[in-house]
């Protein structure tokens, strides 16, 4: 047989192929359960919520704290730390923080003033992305929130009390299922 020959049936072939395995790819979405977690103790109300900002995928968190207490809080980034699959791992950044104050353990706390609600969408430092060099931005960073794996995200939440440590652990289970 000729090479004419041969590209058709190659075509043909490849056609078959991608139709009879459903030709497209697989749509996935990603849920989280719950959806938002929540955490009461006599200083405090937190809850943890997973974001996916930009992508079909989850991120980040968004954190809300509501102070209960007559007197300030202080959300300590340095001692607070990623939850993933039970054990503890790096910690958290969020827009504004500098890499050397996540290096050497420098974070500024933020202040909770009495009866006031503080929010802030934080991502889990070992989750960093960085683009290939041929797809980074020409200013900015290039660095993005990575993708959440499935199990079981959350944070260990140290917040302080005129000293006094108060931890607090939230957690989803984030789960991938073919979209219907």
């Known amino acids: 047989m000729n090479n004419a020959i041969w590209k058709g049936i190659f075509l043909i072939t490849g056609f078959a192929l991608m139709i009879g395995t459903g030709g497209c790819a697989v749509k996935k979405v990603w849920i989280s359960n719950p959806a938002i977690q929540a955490a009461f103790n006599p200083y405090y109300e937190a809850q943890l919520k997973p974001l996916t900002g930009d992508y079909k995928y989850f991120v980040s968190f968004r954190l809300t704290i509501t102070s209960k207490t007559d007197k300030d809080l202080k959300i300590d980034w ?103």
């Not at 996540?102 to 992305?129: C, M, N, Q, W, Y």
């Not at 108060?166 to 991938?176: A, D, F």
């Open 78 to 180: 340095n001692k607070t730390r990623y939850i993933y699959n039970g054990r503890l791992h790096d910690g958290l950044i969020f827009k504004g923080i500098k890499p050397e104050d996540i290096k050497s353990l420098t974070i500024p706390e933020d202040t909770i003033p009495s009866g006031h609600t503080f929010s802030k969408v934080i991502s889990p430092f070992r989750l960093l992305a960085r683009p290939r060099v041929r797809e980074r931005p020409a200013s900015g960073s290039g660095i993005y929130p990575g993708i959440m794996p499935t199990g079981e995200n959350g944070i260990m939440l140290v917040v302080r009390l005129n000293g006094k440590e108060i931890v607090e652990r939230m957690s989803v289970n984030i789960q991938e299922k073919k979209a219907q």
